[in-house]
C-alpha cells in the first residue's frame, strides 16, 4: 500500500511553539497533500506539494518533500490555540485516488 | 465545506435495516468519494464516482453499494446493516482523481 503513515500519532505544544509533523510514504507518488480535521468536521485542503517540487510555503506552513526517502514534513510556525486538529497527509499514484493517512493529533495549549 | 452537503447528518438504526446516505454538491466537479473514518483507522475510501452511472471500489467496499445517477448527487447504500457499520461517513468531491478534495460535513450512523 502507498499508505502515508503520519508521525507522532499525537503532539502536544505550547502557544508561540513550532509543530513539526512526518509522514512517509511506500511507493512513488505524483503529489502529496496535507488535510487539516477540526474535532466533528470533514477535512480541509492545506497544501499541494508535487513530486518535482522540495518545498512549499503558505503563510504559516512549510511543507518539505523528499522523495528518495518517500518522506514530507509540515511545520507550523508560532501555532495558535486554533490550530489545534488533526492533521493527515494524503498520496496518489497515477490513475490512483488520494490515499490518507491516519494522522496526526496536534493539540496546542494556550 | 464547498458546496457540499451530505443528510442525514446524524442517524440510529437497528441491524438488518438497509440505510442511505446522500451527498449532496453544487460545484459540478466530476469525482465524488465516500469514504469512513473509524478510530485508529483514519480515512478509508469506500468507493467513488468519475461521472455519472460511472463508479469504482474502494479499499473498504464490502456491504456498501453506491449510484450517481446524476452530477450533483452521490448516494451510498448500506443494504443490511451491521454494528461494524457504524462510522462517521464523510463525502468529498475533486475536479480530478488526484486533484485536492474538498470534503463535506460528514454522517455520523450508529448501528445497533
Known amino acids: 500500500s502507498q499508505q502515508g503513515e503520519e508521525d507522532p500519532q499525537a503532539l502536544s505544544i505550547q502557544e508561540g511553539e513550532n509543530a513539526t509533523m512526518n509522514c512517509s510514504y511506500k511507493?512513488?507518488?505524483?503529489?502529496l497533500q496535507w488535510y487539516r480535521q477540526n474535532s466533528g468536521r470533514g477535512l480541509v485542503h492545506l497544501i499541494l506539494?508535487?513530486?518535482?517540487?522540495r518545498e512549499k510555503h503558505s503563510g504559516r506552513l512549510r511543507v518539505t518533500l523528499d522523495t528518495s526517502k518517500k518522506s514530507s514534513s509540515l511545520l507550523i510556525t508560532a501555532s495558535r490555540a486554533a490550530d489545534t486538529a488533526s492533521y493527515f497527509c494524503?498520496?496518489?499514484?497515477?490513475?490512483?485516488?488520494?490515499?490518507f493517512g491516519k494522522g496526526t493529533r496536534l493539540s496546542v495549549i494556550a | 465545506d464547498a458546496g457540499i452537503t451530505q443528510s442525514p447528518r446524524h442517524k440510529v438504526t437497528e441491524t438488518g435495516t438497509p440505510v442511505t446516505l446522500r451527498c449532496h454538491q453544487t460545484?459540478?466537479?466530476?469525482?465524488m468519494y465516500w469514504y469512513r473514518q473509524d478510530p485508529g483507522h483514519g480515512l478509508r475510501l469506500i468507493h467513488y464516482?468519475?461521472?455519472?452511472?460511472?463508479?469504482d471500489k474502494g479499499e473498504v467496499s464490502d456491504g456498501y453499494s453506491v449510484s450517481r445517477s446524476k452530477t450533483e448527487d452521490f448516494l451510498l447504500t448500506l443494504e443490511s446493516a451491521t454494528s461494524s457499520q457504524t462510522s462517521v461517513y464523510f463525502c468529498?468531491?475533486?475536479?480530478?482523481?488526484?486533484?485536492?478534495?474538498?470534503f463535506g460535513p460528514g454522517t455520523r450512523l450508529l448501528v445497533l
Open positions: 464516482s468519475y461521472g455519472v452511472k460511472d463508479t
Open positions: 460545484e459540478n466537479h466530476r469525482y
Open positions: 494524503a498520496t496518489d499514484a497515477l490513475n490512483t485516488p488520494l490515499v
Open positions: 511507493t512513488s507518488i505524483n503529489n
Open positions: 468529498a468531491i475533486s475536479g480530478d482523481l488526484i486533484e485536492t478534495q474538498y
Open positions: 506539494i508535487r513530486s518535482n517540487e
